[in-house]
Structures are given as structure tokens and as C-alpha cells.
């Protein structure tokens, strides 16, 4: 059963923007964090950022504060990654993740994965 479907990544030139987005089953939905990880080739996946079902907090991974922002619609069940000021650095291939989200740097507390969708930064 899909749980998470991702798409919005491409091709895009430094100092772009592209906007992923991620559809839940409702109950995925429910979960008590929606995140988006990022996984460089050869390398563990990286919390980017995460949004918090109770309160509505949101988190960001450093490298990544100021230019992205998390978002959702809770009518599409549908969370939102808005990307601006690509770089090159940000190549790599996006993950949409729900979970209890304890600790959400951490892709261990994510139960539930997308497959995954390429953003590739040209400079």
C-alpha cells in the first residue's frame, strides 16, 4: 500500500527554485511529524525539514534555513517543500518521511518513506 508519493524535483540552475510536494494516505498524514530528507550518493540520508502535526512547529536543518520552508494542506494531505536560492550543494535526491519524528534529523524515527524524487542544481 503507497503511503507517500513525491513529486516537483528537476533540473533547475543556481539561484532557482522548485517546490516538491508530498501526498499521504490519511493516516500517514496523521503521523506526529511529516519530514523531507535529502540522500547524497554515498551517503546516509539528511534531515532537511520538518513540521510537527500537534503545534504546527517546524525545524530546518542549517544549510538549508532561510531558502527552504515546509508546508502543508491539510484538506490535500499534502505537505510542501519550497525551495529558493538552489544550489549546487542541494543536488541530491529528496525523501518525504512520516513518523513519530522524536528526533527528526534522525531517519531512523521515520516509519513511512516516499520513493523519492531528483533535484539536480546546475551551476
Known amino acids: 500500500q503507497v503511503q507517500l508519493v513525491e513529486s516537483g524535483g528537476g533540473s533547475v540552475q543556481s539561484g532557482g527554485s522548485l517546490r516538491l510536494s508530498c501526498v499521504a494516505s490519511t493516516y500517514t498524514y496523521s503521523s506526529d511529524c511529516m519530514a523531507w530528507f535529502r540522500q547524497f550518493p554515498g551517503k546516509e540520508r539528511e534531515g532537511v525539514a520538518a513540521?510537527?502535526?500537534?503545534?504546527?512547529?517546524?525545524f530546518y536543518a542549517d544549510s538549508v534555513k532561510g531558502r527552504f520552508t515546509i508546508s502543508r494542506d491539510n484538506a490535500k494531505n499534502t505537505v510542501y517543500l519550497q525551495m529558493n536560492n538552489l544550489k549546487s550543494e542541494d543536488t541530491a535526491m529528496y525523501y518525504c518521511?512520516?513518523?513519530?519524528?522524536?528526533?527528526?534529523?534522525?531517519?531512523?524515527?521515520?516509519?513511512?518513506w516516499g520513493q523519492g524524487t531528483q533535484v539536480t542544481v546546475s551551476s
Open positions: 518521511a512520516a513518523g513519530r519524528g522524536n528526533t527528526w534529523r534522525s531517519a531512523a524515527n521515520f516509519a513511512y
Open positions: 513540521s510537527y502535526t500537534g503545534g504546527g512547529s517546524t
